[in-house]
């Protein structure tokens, strides 16, 4: 179960339109992007990377995403956000490695 940090709460807002992708990954770690327009019509971004335990590795917030689309911006965010879950996997299986 993810441990959503001060950064998502802040921005979350379920008044607003908004699109999300989610994945897990045989080790755990998960991602969570979501994209919305604000009240103004900016597409605005969240990108979420989650321990197997839960614990927020990454959480960003983009309050505006010029000239993009949502379908573009939540396709930026998923491959942030998988390069990011990427090194932090190669982090953990390094740190753990028991040889």
Partial sequence: MRARGSTYWCWANSSLHSRCHAEAYVDGVSI????????????????GVYAS???????????????????????WGVVRARTTAALCSLLVCRLWDPR
Wanted: negative net charge.
């Fill in 32 to 47: 969570d992007v979501e994209v919305r327009l604000s009240t103004e019509g900016l597409t605005q971004l969240f990108v």
């Fill in 53 to 75: 335990e839960g614990m927020a590795l990454l959480e960003e917030v983009y309050d505006t995403r010029l000239e993009e689309t949502m379908t573009q911006a939540l396709a």
